[in-house]
């Protein structure tokens, strides 16, 4: 926690702590900040009673059993604001982080800091919301020195420190909150990732399993068809994600993400059914040997489906091609506009008079 030695007030001000021994509200920040105010008030001048001491030590345990252990703080030396980070466990054996703020008394006359504070904010929200684990806590404590940083500004121009050194300092946490902002958007895209990827592992499994259990009983082309068309859109997602080339909406949160996921091995798995169709109804011919055998035409037939939920833009391409009329109808060039009507001949002008 930090504290600042710079006076607070040159005059003295009388303190008097209220206990709230017996409420059953717990305290929110601003009431600790007040109470951490009078302590420091009290620090810097003569003592600290033990009334004060005593007030203060009851709000801020009462703060922090319900709102987590405060790991980071900054307080201000000449108002009360402050901002904190508190770190609490969850149910599941993990840690949450929190931002508490409360700076709108330090920053109402200095809308440059307060704008920078406002997307400190913004990004403690993004951060608790979408991620979680370590990459949370790591964009927290970057976005905590950050918001550290801008309240000792505050205290800095109020102490009238040379101003090119403070406008220095404030470019250089722009800058810090634009790093943030990046590893924000490849931490919650990786996370994304993960959670598209179990969603669509999900999907592949209950295919596969009920797919299983339907070719051990009678051999059926359109289902086996639907787990290789699966099968390869994962793969594809797999490939894409491994060449960093695999882009996700991770603002829209985990059962969206994991619902996106799950729809596209269906998807890879529809495409693959159509074209296993087209083969089989005579619209495509399969490209195996003459003396074909039955095994073969079904190992063929799984290659295609594959390769369908791999590409589905080979899969919509090979479908277009093989509708009569369709694929040259949109290769057609477009026939040209007619050329417009060249303007009517000037009228001659009139003969002069003799």
Not at 118 to 125: F, P, T
Not at 162 to 187: C, G
Not at 208 to 232: K, Q, R, Y
Not at 266 to 282: D, P, S, Y
Request: with cysteine.
């Amino acid at each position: 926690m930090t504290e600042l030695t710079e006076s607070l007030r040159s005059a003295p001000t009388e303190t008097v702590a209220v206990s709230r021994t017996g409420t059953a509200t717990p305290p929110s920040f601003p009431e600790l900040i007040y109470a951490h105010d009078a302590w420091w008030r009290e620090l810097r001048g003569d003592g600290i009673t033990p009334a004060t001491q005593a007030h203060y030590d009851e709000v801020r345990t009462a703060f922090q059993r319900e709102h987590g252990q405060i790991v980071r703080a900054y307080w201000c030396t000449h108002v009360e604001s402050a901002v904190a980070l508190t770190e609490q466990k969850t149910k599941f054996g993990g840690t949450r982080c929190s931002f508490y703020r409360e700076t709108h008394w330090a920053t109402r006359d200095q809308p440059d800091i307060a704008n920078e504070m406002y997307r400190c904010d913004e990004l403690a929200v993004r951060a608790t919301t979408v991620l979680t684990g370590v990459r949370q806590r790591i964009c927290m404590n970057l976005m905590m020195a950050s918001a550290e940083h801008l309240m000792s500004l505050v205290d800095r121009r109020a102490a009238h420190d040379d101003p090119k050194a403070n406008e220095a300092m404030l470019e250089h946490e722009r800058a810090a909150i634009e790093r943030t902002e990046s590893y924000y958007k490849d931490a919650a895209n990786g996370q994304a990732q993960i959670v598209y990827f179990a969603g669509m592992a999900l999907v592949v499994v209950v295919l596969s399993t009920i797919a299983a259990i339907w070719l051990s009983l009678t051999w059926a082309a359109p289902v086996a068809a639907l787990v290789a068309g699966a099968i390869g859109a994962l793969v594809s997602v797999v490939q894409r994600i491994n060449s960093g080339q695999f882009d996700l909406d991770y603002d829209v949160g985990r059962p969206y993400a994991l619902f996106l996921g799950g729809l596209r091995p269906l998807i890879g798995g529809a495409f693959a059914m159509v074209i296993t169709f087209a083969f089989t109804g005579g619209l495509l011919h399969l490209p195996v040997a003459e003396n074909e055998t039955k095994p073969d035409r079904r190992l063929a037939l799984l290659v295609l489906s594959f390769l369908a939920g791999f590409s589905e833009r080979w899969a919509q391409d090979t479908l277009v091609a093989a509708v009569p009329g369709v694929g040259k109808a949109q290769a057609q060039p477009a026939a040209p506009a007619p050329a417009p009507a060249p303007p009517p001949p000037a009228p001659a002008p009139p003969a002069a008079s003799e």
